[in-house]
């Protein structure tokens, strides 16, 4: 099954305006959380109750070059129309290294958080932010049970609006230094557990949009051969693993924390390569990772500012347009930001910084109120 998500985006059309000191009426507001386009629900017309005139409708055919409508003071009674935002969202699995290593604080310290622990607080903030643009999952590797070396498991599979599940899952990992060792005391099994992701996005419907992978760690791979009382690296496993994932069609992003990485620093640069990325990114503390984070996300958003509108074309010059109930945004016919209405599509596109704060995920609710005029560039 397709997946889509959408933002929760509300039009809310005015229904009819009230005469200057009549009594104040209240908004009645339907279900916002349908995520489809109502285009059976007709709207008002604007009623001049202090001249008497008849009502003008302004659902009908409208050009945008029509003059500025009369409007009352009062605009009360609105009726929301649910629209979505055009793009949907592409697929990203988390592949999130949880072996022993991960216990240990960032640096060479024995007191302080553990990389889990940041770790988790920056993919749980992550998954939170971007989880209307982005259908995310997770496997944690390696998984429970047997030498430590099991291969990751998928264990919140990809799904529109999945904060919640991962968040959740996160949470349960213990992440204090004793309690993190004793529960992961796992090796880091890299190549065994990409070949599990892939295996698991061949199981599931391609996602036009796009399909992703995060490799999460700290570490070189290994659970090779037994050597020196552990394992043998397994770098080259590892990259043939990636390099097969991104030609199943699913783009690697590979993210190092903490230094582990020291003792070859071009490995990284070899695995980005493999999964089709032009550079991997490095995080030494907790600000580069959540930044680092940040900028994955936002390179495999879909690159939309435009927004749908239910129904009929409408009068722009009636378009009051807001993000999160903040101020009003102005109209820009010159595109150089704010907003502006395209008839023949029945869209409004963002331009300049409000394109992106859409784009970036940040903004959960795109208010469009019709029937009052709102501010021009």
Same mark, same amino acid.
């Given at each position: 099954?397709?997946?889509?998500?959408h933002?929760?985006?509300?039009?809310?059309?005015?229904?009819?305006?009230a005469?200057? +000191?009549?009594?104040?009426?209240?908004?009645?507001h339907?279900?916002? =959380?349908?995520?489809?386009?109502?285009?059976?629900?007709?709207?008002?017309?604007?009623?001049?109750? +202090?001249?008497?005139?008849?009502?003008?409708?302004?659902?009908?055919?409208?050009?945008?070059?029509?003059?500025?409508?009369?409007?009352?003071?009062?605009?009360?009674?609105?009726?929301?129309?649910?629209?979505?935002?055009?793009?949907?969202?592409?697929?990203?699995?988390?592949?999130?290294?949880?072996?022993?290593?991960?216990?240990?604080?960032?640096?060479?310290?024995?007191?302080?958080?553990?990389?889990?622990?940041?770790?988790?607080?920056?993919?749980?903030?992550?998954?939170?932010?971007?989880?209307?643009?982005?259908?995310?999952?997770?496997?944690?590797?390696?998984?429970?049970?047997?030498? =430590?070396?099991?291969?990751?498991?998928?264990?919140?599979?990809?799904?529109?609006?999945?904060?919640?599940?991962?968040?959740t899952?996160?949470?349960g990992?213990?992440?204090?230094?004793?309690?993190?060792?004793l529960?992961?005391?796992?090796a880091?099994?890299?190549?065994?557990?990409?070949?599990?992701?892939?295996?698991?996005?061949?199981?599931?419907?391609?996602?036009?949009?796009?399909?992703?992978?995060?490799?999460?760690?700290?570490?070189?791979?290994?659970?090779?051969?037994?050597?020196?009382?552990?394992?043998?690296?397994?770098?080259?496993?590892?990259?043939?693993?990636?390099?097969?994932?991104?030609?199943?069609?699913?783009?690697?992003?590979?993210?190092?924390?903490?230094?582990?990485?020291?003792?070859?620093?071009?490995?990284?640069?070899?695995?980005?390569?493999?999964?089709?990325?032009?550079?991997?990114?490095?995080?030494?503390?907790?600000?580069?990772?959540?930044?680092?984070? +940040?900028?994955?996300?936002?390179?495999?958003?879909?690159?939309?500012?435009?927004?749908?509108?239910?129904?009929?074309?409408?009068?722009?010059?009636?378009?009051?347009?807001?993000?999160?109930?903040?101020?009003?945004?102005?109209?820009?016919?010159?595109?150089?930001?704010?907003?502006?209405?395209?008839?023949?599509?029945?869209?409004?596109?963002?331009?300049?910084?409000?394109?992106?704060?859409?784009?970036?995920?940040?903004?959960?609710?795109?208010?469009?109120?019709?029937?009052?005029?709102?501010?021009?560039?």
């Amino acid at each position: 099954m397709h997946r889509r998500a959408h933002l929760t985006l509300s039009l809310v059309f005015v229904a009819a305006c009230a005469a200057a +000191g009549s009594g104040t009426g209240g908004r009645t507001h339907n279900d916002a =959380g349908s995520t489809g386009l109502d285009a059976s629900r007709d709207g008002g017309g604007i009623t001049d109750a +202090g001249t008497g005139h008849d009502a003008t409708p302004r659902d009908s055919a409208i050009t945008p070059h029509d003059s500025a409508p009369m409007v009352d003071a009062g605009c009360d009674l609105s009726t929301p129309v649910p629209t979505t935002i055009v793009g949907d969202p592409p697929d990203m699995l988390l592949i999130v290294d949880i072996s022993g290593s991960m216990c240990t604080p960032l640096g060479l310290g024995l007191t302080g958080a553990s990389k889990l622990s940041i770790m988790k607080a920056a993919l749980t903030d992550t998954v939170t932010t971007y989880d209307a643009r982005i259908n995310f999952g997770m496997m944690l590797f390696p998984s429970g049970g047997g030498d =430590g070396c099991n291969p990751g498991a998928v264990s919140v599979p990809i799904a529109a609006r999945n904060a919640g599940p991962i968040a959740t899952r996160l949470a349960g990992l213990r992440d204090d230094l004793f309690g993190c060792a004793l529960a992961n005391s796992g090796a880091t099994p890299t190549p065994t557990s990409v070949d599990a992701a892939r295996s698991y996005f061949g199981t599931i419907p391609v996602n036009p949009v796009g399909r992703y992978a995060l490799l999460a760690t700290d570490g070189l791979p290994n659970c090779g051969p037994p050597i020196d009382g552990g394992t043998a690296d397994t770098v080259e496993e590892t990259i043939t693993a990636i390099d097969a994932l991104h030609t199943a069609g699913v783009t690697s992003y590979v993210l190092g924390f903490g230094s582990g990485f020291g003792s070859d620093p071009t490995v990284l640069n070899r695995m980005a390569t493999a999964g089709g990325t032009a550079h991997p990114f490095n995080a030494s503390s907790a600000a580069e990772l959540n930044a680092a984070l +940040g900028t994955i996300a936002a390179e495999i958003i879909p690159p939309s500012c435009t927004v749908e509108l239910g129904g009929p074309m409408r009068d722009p010059m009636l378009f009051q347009v807001r993000f999160d109930g903040g101020a009003l945004i102005p109209r820009d016919s010159s595109h150089g930001r704010g907003w502006d209405y395209d008839a023949a599509t029945n869209t409004v596109t963002f331009y300049g910084s409000e394109c992106t704060a859409v784009q970036s995920g940040s903004v959960t609710d795109v208010q469009i109120d019709f029937g009052c005029p709102g501010p021009l560039i």
